[in-house]
């Protein structure tokens, strides 16, 4: 069994960065790949980036691409998302989550979830 609880989010000028982090129970943490979600009112869940259970292999959607970096501390059982140059459009509530799967990029994919950070860009 897993608990996630992100932090990290707030508000930030468009062009900012912000890094989340998500903070992970238990000693099995390696065993899960971890994704990071976002949602804003009205819209489904969206996948944003994942990482390989070694941290070898990272997924990004196209919309972050080569402005996220996700990362993690299988010792510090944390994973990260490093947001560089923010646009309006990324804000949104971020998730992080857990899967004992590899289809990265579905939800459904994905065993536990955090309570969410909200991370607001202003223009």
């Known amino acids: 069994q897993v608990q996630l609880v992100e932090s990290g989010g707030g508000l930030v000028q468009a062009g900012g960065s912000l890094r989340l982090s998500c903070a992970a129970s238990?000693?099995?943490?390696?065993?899960?790949?971890m994704g990071w979600f976002r949602q804003t009112p009205g819209k489904e869940r969206e996948f944003v980036a994942a990482?390989?259970?070694?941290?070898?292999?990272?997924y990004y959607v196209d919309e972050v691409s080569g402005r996220f970096t996700i990362s993690r501390d299988n010792v510090k059982n944390t994973v990260y998302l490093e947001m560089n140059s923010l646009k309006p459009e990324d804000t949104a509530v971020y998730y992080c989550?857990?899967?004992?799967?590899?289809?990265?990029?579905?939800?459904?994919?994905?065993?536990?979830w955090g309570q969410g950070t909200q991370v607001t860009v202003s223009s």
């Open positions: 989550a857990a899967s004992s799967t590899g289809l990265y990029g579905r939800p459904t994919s994905y065993d536990y």
């Open positions: 990482i390989s259970r070694s941290g070898a292999y990272t």
């Open positions: 238990g000693r099995t943490f390696s065993s899960y790949a």
